[in-house]
């Protein structure tokens, strides 16, 4: 099992960035697929990006893709997300999930697939 608490949220003017962080806790942290959704007010969770074991496999949503970047690093056993130029429609909050242990190299989109979650980082952007 892990745990996952995340950071680096705040407020920032369109055209700004952000660095959200995701750190773990737990054993294999490794052996995670690990994944960043946002649920902005009234709208259901959606997913942002997600980054295989190995790093070498990610996937965007079509939104954020060329603006954001997910990326790992496992002896500190945090994700990040590197947000650029942010707009209004990104304020959300933004959550840090985990799956596995994993066996495959895959980045998933699907959050039902994802059983492990932080408690959620405010980001917003104002115009």
């Known amino acids: 099992q892990v745990q996952l608490v995340e950071s680096g949220g705040g407020l920032v003017q369109a055209g700004g960035s952000l660095r959200l962080f995701c750190t773990a806790s737990?054993?294999?942290?490794?052996?995670?697929?690990m994944g960043w959704f946002r649920q902005a007010p009234g709208k259901e969770r959606a997913f942002v990006a997600s980054l295989s074991l190995s790093t070498s496999n990610t996937a965007y949503a079509d939104s954020v893709k060329g603006r954001f970047t997910i990326s790992r690093d496992n002896a500190k056993n945090t994700v990040y997300l590197q947000m650029n130029n942010l707009k209004p429609e990104d304020t959300a909050v933004y959550y840090c999930?985990?799956?596995?242990?994993?066996?495959?190299?895959?980045?998933?989109?699907?959050?039902?697939?994802?059983?492990?979650w932080g408690q959620g980082t405010q980001v917003t952007v104002s115009s």
């Open positions: 737990g054993r294999a942290f490794s052996s995670y697929t």
């Open positions: 999930a985990a799956k596995g242990p994993d066996y495959s190299d895959y980045a998933s989109r699907r959050l039902e697939l994802y059983p492990y």
